[in-house]
């Protein structure tokens, strides 16, 4: 199994362009999150989705968008880029919590984007 | 909103010795987790809690649920090279990961 998988790894755009950050999993798991981590302040979550078809706002959503056709991929994107975008972005997922227990979140290996 | 606060921030320690961080809230949680970030990766789950007063280790791991709900500690023994990394611990209070709350994280350094 890959896990979560995120491309790119890496990218620059400048101001007002778009784009979107991929997200896969292979793991069948039906929750998956979109975080933003920026130095210093922890996680914030950005985006979640509990199954295909359905997704919610998080703590920071605003200038992003998600959509969840499959149960595998979580695209993030970004249409006009702003610097306060510049930021380390993680995908994540895990199964549907078990009653009294907590479930653990797979995360991504990051995307790295910085606006200029 | 709510927040979690951690310290240190960030630490310098020798092989070998012992780290010892905690993570402290203004709000009551249901479950405590504790991830570690190594460079260039993303989080991983080391320990989560679920009851308060619990105690749980893995390995040289060890964390604790605090009485009060509002805080926990995570204890690491005999620290090694591949300790380094950021150590963020999270609070949730529903069942859901839309709830869960990341602390700002403690950055751990080891001096060989």
């Known amino acids: 199994n890959a896990g979560v998988t995120q491309t790119p790894k890496f990218r620059i755009l400048k101001i007002g362009q778009s784009m979107t950050l991929q997200c896969a999993q292979d793991?069948?798991?039906?929750?998956m999150y979109w975080y933003r981590q920026d130095p210093g302040m922890g996680l914030k979550l950005i985006y979640y989705?509990?199954?295909?078809?359905?997704?919610d706002k998080g703590e920071v959503p605003n200038g992003y968008n998600v959509s969840r056709s499959t149960t595998e991929d979580f695209p993030l994107r970004l249409e006009l880029a702003a610097p306060s975008q510049t930021s380390v972005y993680f995908c994540?997922?895990?199964?549907?919590?078990?009653?009294?227990?907590?479930?653990?979140?797979?995360f991504g290996q990051g995307t790295r984007l910085t606006v200029v | 909103g709510q927040q979690l606060n951690q310290s240190p921030q960030s630490m310098f320690i020798q092989e070998g010795e012992d780290v010892s961080m905690n993570c402290t809230s203004s709000s009551i949680f249901n479950t405590w987790l504790w991830y570690k970030q190594d460079p260039g990766e993303g989080p991983v789950l080391l320990i989560a809690?679920?009851?308060?007063?619990e105690l749980t280790s893995n390995g040289r791991l060890t964390a604790q649920f605090g009485i009060t709900r509002k805080d926990s500690f995570l204890n690491i023994s005999a620290s090694i090279p591949s300790d380094v990394g950021i150590y963020f611990c999270?609070?949730?209070?529903?069942?859901?990961?839309?709830?869960?709350?990341f602390g700002p994280g403690t950055s751990l350094s080891v001096i060989p």
């Open positions: 809690l679920y009851k308060a007063g």
């Open positions: 994540a997922s895990s199964y549907p919590p078990r009653p009294g227990k907590n479930t653990e979140a797979f």
């Open positions: 999270a609070g949730q209070k529903g069942t859901s990961y839309d709830k869960v709350i």
């Open positions: 793991m069948n798991h039906n929750y």
């Open positions: 989705s509990v199954g295909a078809g359905i997704t």
